[in-house]
């Protein structure tokens, strides 16, 4: 029997993997292979904290290979280029790959799908690997192409069978095939400073410890940013270290915190029916604006660097320069702040996270923006989050600003959310860049 290759793109485990089970399935060599994608590394170059992670992932994934008796095959070009060239060397008759619903991962499968067919190659692409649901799984009766109202979806997916994970390979047998190492994280360039990275192994552990106990104070400390109340599972999501199938059919969803945790896995497949359906909604309005974008470079750079003069803000944008991350109530702060009161282009605000986030995917991170600009699929488009009733509500002692601006630590309890009024010099701590009701 033949070789077959199987190539990782954002499904970087051994758990749960449709593409490597079907590999190993149907050949007695398997060549698990990733690709160095040049293309994308010239676009994503700018994003140090993805591409660290990313070197911590395929480090794990070869070592979760080689626990199997096979490695991880890496290389550095053109996608189709280094796979024909693969396909060739080991005379394969298939490559597996999960399937991807950006504009990107479309285009990588049909120029892989052209250049194998021409050499007598099959391109199987595996759904479920991404996604708990798979897009398009979940359509609305009107026949649309997908919800773009997230209740009846959710509705809708809580209802839709799921495959049950998948087991991992006993043994993974790799033919002789030359590999180049994998990069290290320095390679990169630097990045957040308190970054925190993993892959496969890391995940699971991670997994099992949020699945032990925290999960079930999900709903109350979801919102809490001080609480670190969040799973902090994205980064492994996105990665596709952890399967989303794997994470939700092992979540107990008769547990109130549960049952919130499991809503948000469905936000995210969500999203990614939404851009499966409309994949330009990555770069366009799903809906016109209702007023035009401001042009404000001045308030932009403060709210990069967390100096807009409004602590709940700014310590969320602080955290994400320090540790590439921040919890999602913070986010939508944010973005609020940026899009609803700046009235800068969320444009803007997406390329800035995609920037540090370790998380950002194309389809949260995209759509969650003009949920919150009022572009997307918000029901109530003209919201807006005064960051000081923000303060109040989910940071009433100011914690959660005390940790992320020590120039403002000195400053007690509630105070610390007003600092003009607590005699904080201009030195230290900017004043508001606007005004808001409550100041």
């Keep these: 029997m033949a070789a077959t290759i199987v190539l990782f793109t954002r499904d970087l485990r051994v758990h749960d993997n449709p593409a490597l089970t079907a590999a190993c399935r149907e ?8 690709v160095l994608d040049a293309d994308l590394l010239a676009r994503v170059g700018r994003a140090p904290n993805r591409l660290r992670f990313l070197s911590s992932a ?254 709940m803000v700014d310590a969320g944008m602080r955290q994400l320069l320090l540790q590439g991350w921040m919890p999602g109530r913070a986010r939508l702060i944010a973005a609020s702040f940026l899009v609803k009161t700046l009235r800068v282009d969320w444009r803007i605000g997406a390329e800035h996270f995609e920037r540090w986030l370790v998380d950002a995917d194309i389809a949260n991170n995209r759509l969650n923006w003009q949920w919150m600009a009022g572009t997307g699929t918000d029901t109530h488009s003209s919201r807006v989050l005064n960051p000081l009733r923000q303060a109040e509500r989910f940071d009433p002692h100011g914690e959660y600003v005390r940790r992320w601006l020590p120039e403002l630590a000195h400053v007690p309890g509630a105070e610390i959310h007003r600092p003009w009024r607590a005699g904080v010099p201009a030195k230290d701590y900017p004043p508001p860049i606007v005004e808001f009701n409550g100041m």
């Design 27 to 34: 050949a007695d060599q398997v060549v698990p292979m990733f």
């Design 58 to 311: 395929l480090r794990e994934l070869d070592d979760e290979l080689e626990g199997r008796g096979g490695r991880l095959v890496v290389r550095h070009g053109r996608v189709a280029d280094e796979i024909q060239r693969t396909v060739v060397e080991v005379g394969a008759d298939t490559v597996h790959i999960a399937t991807d619903v950006t504009h990107y991962g479309r285009r990588r499968e049909r120029i892989l799908r052209e250049r194998l067919s021409a050499i007598g190659c099959s391109l199987r692409g595996h759904g479920g690997s991404i996604t708990a649901v798979e897009p398009g799984a979940v359509r609305p009766d009107t026949g649309r192409g997908h919800y773009a109202v997230f209740t009846p979806y959710f509705r809708r997916w809580l209802d839709t069978p799921m495959r049950r994970p998948l087991t991992p390979p006993v043994t993974v047998r790799v033919p002789d095939v030359a590999s180049e190492p994998i990069p290290d994280a320095a390679d990169f360039g630097s990045g957040s400073p308190q970054l925190a990275v993993g892959g496969e192994t890391t995940g699971r552990k991670l997994l099992e410890w949020w699945l032990s106990g925290p999960v079930t104070q999900y709903a109350q400390d979801k919102d809490v940013p001080a609480a670190d109340g969040t799973s902090g599972l994205s980064p492994y999501l996105h990665f596709g270290c952890l399967s989303a199938a794997e994470v939700v059919s092992r979540t107990d969803a008769s547990d109130p915190g549960g049952l919130a945790f499991i809503r948000q896995l469905a936000w995210r497949d969500f999203y990614h029916q939404v851009l499966a359906d409309e994949p330009r909604a990555a770069f366009a309005d799903y809906k016109p604006a209702l007023r035009p974008w401001r042009s404000d470079s001045h308030a932009v750079a403060a709210w990069r660097s967390g100096l807009t003069g409004y602590p």
